[in-house]
């Protein structure tokens, strides 16, 4: 049982360039999530999903795009990445659908891009 | 949305001391989340706790959401306790969890 796991863990991008991040969860959650951390702060929500094929803006969406299409797993794209990007990135996932377990959200291990 | 604050934002304790860490939100919730990430940046869930009471060891939290506020409570602490907490409440009526800007603890030796 691997939980939410990320990939890829660190990445360079040139300006302009695209890349997706990839988060998977074994967890059969409905829920997923994407956030950035930048230095010293906390996390942003970027965009949600509560379910196979459906998405949402959190906090902070602009250039950044994502898909659902499988249940397990949840893509985070950057189209034309600019520096202001550079940031670590976290996955996470919620909710199996048992109200015993309640909805709490357990978080990957991160990924570090750097947007040069 | 909701707005997620916390307090106080950084806390040096000596070995064995306690601590209270404060979360407040600016709306209604049914469900709120205590996380630590500890110093090498892994996020981990510590409480699922929308209201009342919980323990689990050394740490304890508590959650009255009529006045909308939660505590973390940190007995004995010890370095391994040493990173940032982090509380996070959802948007009333939807999924998006927003965390506020943490705690940042830590203890020395």
């Known amino acids: 049982n691997a939980g939410v796991t990320q990939t890829p863990k660190f990445r360079v991008l040139k300006t302009g360039q695209s890349m997706t991040l990839l988060c998977a969860q074994d967890m059969n959650h409905e829920y997923m999530y994407w956030y950035r951390q930048d230095p010293g702060m906390g996390l942003r929500l970027i965009h949600y999903?509560?379910?196979?094929?459906?998405?949402a803006k959190g906090e902070v969406p602009d250039g950044y795009n994502v898909s659902r299409l499988k249940k397990q797993n949840f893509l985070l794209g950057l189209e034309s990445a600019a520096p202001s990007q550079t940031s670590v990135y976290f996955c996470a996932s919620s909710y199996s659908g048992s109200r015993k377990a309640g909805n709490t959200i357990y978080f990957g291990e991160g990924s570090w891009l750097t947007v040069v | 949305g909701i707005q997620v604050e916390q307090s106080p934002p950084d806390l040096i304790l000596q070995e064995g001391a306690n601590s209270t860490l404060r979360c407040n939100f600016s709306d209604s919730v049914n469900n709120l989340q205590w996380f630590h990430q500890n110093p090498w940046g892994q996020l981990i869930n510590l409480f699922y706790?929308?209201?009342g009471t919980k323990q689990n060891g050394r740490l304890s939290a508590t959650t009255v959401a009529t006045e909308r506020y939660s505590l973390l409570y940190i007995s004995s602490s010890q370095t391994t306790d040493s990173g940032v907490y982090f509380c996070a409440a959802p948007t009333s009526g939807t999924y998006k969890y927003i965390f506020g800007t943490g705690t940042r603890l830590k203890v020395l030796a």
């Open positions: 999903s509560v379910g196979e094929g459906t998405t």
């Open positions: 706790i929308p209201s």
